[in-house]
């Protein structure tokens, strides 16, 4: 089945402690990109990649770190995660990058906690 | 500086009627795509509908309908037949081309589909 997995589904952590939300996808796309949703604030692109070894920052990369190895992994790093980073993540992917018909394909989200 | 508007925080429909959401973007670009999301409680973001700037047809999915009308810039969706499984967040998203891929969302809009 073609899919965008991210893991964990949930996590609750303390500030500070260093952790990383894995995100695979098996479509072959070529972009993938991170989001984080707050109430009232909709969606917000952190970090993007248009492929192997290309990413950029999006809208609101500051305290967060991505790598894009291999095609498929898209992880997020949280070197020392704050209380103002709770929020649910998303990663996505397109089959494309550089078209604007490309629907995103989202995986079922990591819902984060730091205290 | 592109933007996506959706002026209705929530609104209510009865089973089987048909309902509109609104959706209004502001971009200098000639080419983009406009995307419709519903997310349901359970959270994962689900794709519905694209329409491409450049198509003249209005984009149509099964009981989703998108009504386009590029000089006013708006993407309005349109669910026919509403059902109770319709109840949901939907986001209207827009997205250019270009180096970011960048898929830029309104701040939803809450359906509740009542019998």
């Known amino acids: 089945e073609a899919q965008v997995t991210q893991n964990p589904r949930y996590l609750i952590t303390v500030t500070g402690k260093k952790l990383t939300v894995t995100c695979s996808q098996n479509?072959?796309?070529?972009?993938m990109s991170w989001y984080r949703q707050d109430p009232g604030l909709g969606l917000r692109q952190i970090y993007y990649s248009m492929n192997v070894e290309v990413t950029d920052k999006g809208d609101v990369p500051e305290g967060y770190k991505v790598s894009r190895k291999e095609k498929r992994n898209f992880p997020l790093i949280l070197e020392s995660p704050s209380p103002n980073q709770t929020s649910l993540y998303f990663c996505a992917s397109s089959l494309y990058s550089g078209t604007t018909n490309s629907p995103l394909h989202f995986g079922n989200g990591t819902r984060l906690t730091v205290t | 500086a592109q933007k996506i508007t959706q002026t209705q925080p929530g609104m209510f429909v009865q089973e089987k009627e048909a309902v509109t959401l609104d959706c209004t973007y502001d971009?200098?670009?000639?080419?983009?795509?406009l995307f419709w999301y519903k997310q349901p409680s359970s959270g994962e973001m689900i794709f519905l509908i694209y329409?491409?700037?450049?198509?003249?047809q209005n984009a149509t999915e099964g009981r989703y309908s998108l009504n386009f009308q590029k000089a006013r810039k708006s993407a309005n969706l349109v669910i026919s037949a509403s059902q109770l499984g319709d109840s949901a967040m939907y986001f209207c998203a827009m997205r250019e081309g270009g180096n970011t891929d960048k898929l830029i969302f309104g701040t939803g809009t809450r359906l509740q589909v009542f019998p």
């Open positions: 479509m072959n796309h070529e972009y």
């Open positions: 971009t200098s670009d000639q080419s983009y795509g």
């Open positions: 329409q491409g700037s450049y198509d003249e």
